[in-house]
């Protein structure tokens, strides 16, 4: 079992940024695939960013690709969100997820992860 609790939102103008961290337990962090979802009110929960246990690869959606960045500190079993050059169209609930996978594919559908933060607002302002 894995317990994920997020940080890190809150309220920002357009073109500022924020990060994110998503803190995990356990003790075989290394060993999960992560990810970073959003959801908008009224929307589909959404893919934003994912990286492999050992963080030497990542994978984002279009929309974020050259201005979020996903990293992980395994010693710390924290995985973060780097968001730079935000837009009003960012506004979202951001959630971290986490699925036990060595695997050599990106897990970006919400079905690929078994586990699941509670999230953290956030809002652009324009």
């Known amino acids: 079992q894995v317990q994920l609790v997020e940080s890190g939102g809150g309220l920002v103008q357009a073109g500022g940024s924020l990060r994110l961290s998503c803190a995990a337990s356990g003790r075989t962090f290394s060993t999960y695939a992560m990810g970073w979802f959003r959801q908008a009110p009224g929307k589909e929960r959404e893919f934003v960013a994912a990286i492999r246990g050992s963080g030497g690869s990542t994978y984002y959606a279009n929309s974020v690709k050259g201005r979020f960045t996903i990293s992980r500190d395994n010693a710390k079993n924290t995985v973060y969100l780097q968001m730079n050059s935000l837009k009003p169209e960012d506004t979202a609930v951001y959630l971290c997820?986490?699925?036990?996978?060595?695997?050599?594919?990106?897990?970006?559908?919400?079905?690929?992860?078994?586990?699941w933060g509670q999230g953290t607002q956030v809002t652009v302002s324009s």
């Open positions: 997820a986490a699925r036990y996978y060595s695997g050599g594919i990106y897990l970006t559908k919400a079905d690929d992860y078994a586990y």
